[in-house]
């Protein structure tokens, strides 16, 4: 009877898992800060983009306007003396940015607070003042800010040129 | 006489046989030489960039979700908090999840304030927690790394604006896993 012998030859690096399921959890730690002293902000509010000057009701001169942005102040540890803040507005009347048009279409802004229907018209040039008491704590304002266009605006833009108007709005905030 | 002749024959053909040219022989045998090689390991690992001396200014315009007139239409990139890294040797083909859990960032527990995250990659879309993304790694030793970016959300930053001074923290998991 003949044997017959079979080499089998295994070569291995390591042993394998075929198939295992793998799971790992690392984590990192997220810092932030928020400064203290004073911080004022204006920013545009979200979704805002182009409005239709000619068929947006709101921006008839007798409507609430559209709303377009605010401006956010808090002060951390006020100082002792001069709690007192003037938030100006300075802005022209809408225009081609490109000059290829000499349209000009006026507009004025309208400010109110978040929570409150009471509005109040700010020209270009107009101030607001904010008093913060000396309290060590944080002290926050918020103001909303809508446009609507003035009767010459409206005017206007019954006969202006087609084309994409801006105009642009800043709003500074100084101590007293 | 008759015996004699046929006793004669057969040691003529036993005679013959010896002297006569072998008959070549062909038979096929077969052995299996078999090889391995194993799965070798993976190294999965995250490392914040941002810690107590180099934290995110949260009210940058960075972080803020509803764009400014420096990051228009909602295009805020985030700051970048750090990465994960995945490193393996004589890996198999394998589609890998990654999941993102976190709380708010708090002011010594109080003051949440809502972010999201992104990863670094073409695509890709801002995580709420529990929110994952993929990997497909091939075949061999794959090597992946991505960074990770932060942004308050819409109601984050508005907390943000009336929340007190301070630094604020959050502990984010990661956990990468075979699907």
């Known amino acids: 009877m003949k044997k017959i012998s079979t080499l089998l030859l295994l070569l291995c690096i390591t042993v394998t898992l075929f198939g295992s399921p793998y799971s790992k959890s690392e984590n990192i730690i997220f810092t932030g800060y928020i400064e203290g002293d004073i911080y004022f902000y204006v920013e545009r509010l979200p979704g805002v983009s182009s409005f239709n000057l000619l068929t947006t009701e709101a921006l008839l ?36 940015p490109t000059e290829s048009v000499a349209d000009s279409i006026e507009f004025t802004l309208l400010e109110r607070k978040a929570d409150s229907d009471r509005v109040a018209q700010r020209k270009s040039g107009d101030t607001v003042t904010i008093n913060i008491s000396s309290e060590d704590t944080l002290h926050y304002e918020e103001r909303l800010f809508a446009a609507r266009l003035t009767e010459e605006g409206y005017k206007a833009a019954q006969r202006a040129a087609a084309t994409d108007y801006e105009s642009n709005i800043t709003i500074t905030l100084n101590t007293n | 006489m008759k015996k004699s002749l046929v006793i004669l024959v057969l040691l003529v053909f036993a005679v013959a046989i010896g002297f006569a040219d072998p008959v070549p022989v062909s038979k096929d045998r077969n052995i299996y030489f078999y090889g391995k090689i194993g799965v070798g390991e993976i190294l999965f690992g995250a490392e914040a960039l941002t810690s107590s001396t180099s934290a995110v200014l949260l009210l940058s315009d960075e972080m803020n979700p509803n764009g400014t007139d420096t990051y228009p239409s909602d295009t805020a ?78 109601a984050g930053r508005e907390a943000a604006e009336g929340s007190p001074a301070g630094l604020y923290t959050v502990n984010i998991g990661i956990n990468l896993s075979t699907n």
């Not at chain 1, 401006?71 to 006020?78: A, F």
């Not at chain 2, 750090?82 to 589609?95: I, L, P, R, Y």
């Not at chain 2, 976190?102 to 949440?112: I, T």
């Not at chain 2, 790394?145 to 819409?154: E, K, Q």
């Open chain 2, 77 to 154: 990139p985030g700051v970048k908090i750090g990465k994960w890294t995945f490193d393996g040797v004589n890996q198999e083909a394998a589609s890998y999840t990654i999941t993102y859990t976190f709380g708010n960032l708090e002011l010594d527990g109080e003051n949440p304030l809502g972010f999201q995250l992104k990863e670094d990659v073409v695509g890709a879309s801002w995580l709420d927690s529990s929110d994952t993304t993929t990997y497909s790694a091939p075949s061999g030793n794959p090597e992946e790394s991505r960074d990770i970016y932060a942004r308050l959300t819409v």
């Open chain 1, 61 to 96: 001169p007798d409507k609430s306007g559209v709303d377009i942005g605010k401006w956010t102040l808090r002060v951390d540890n006020p100082p002792i003396t001069s709690p007192t803040f003037i938030v100006s507005y300075s802005y022209g009347p809408l225009v081609d």
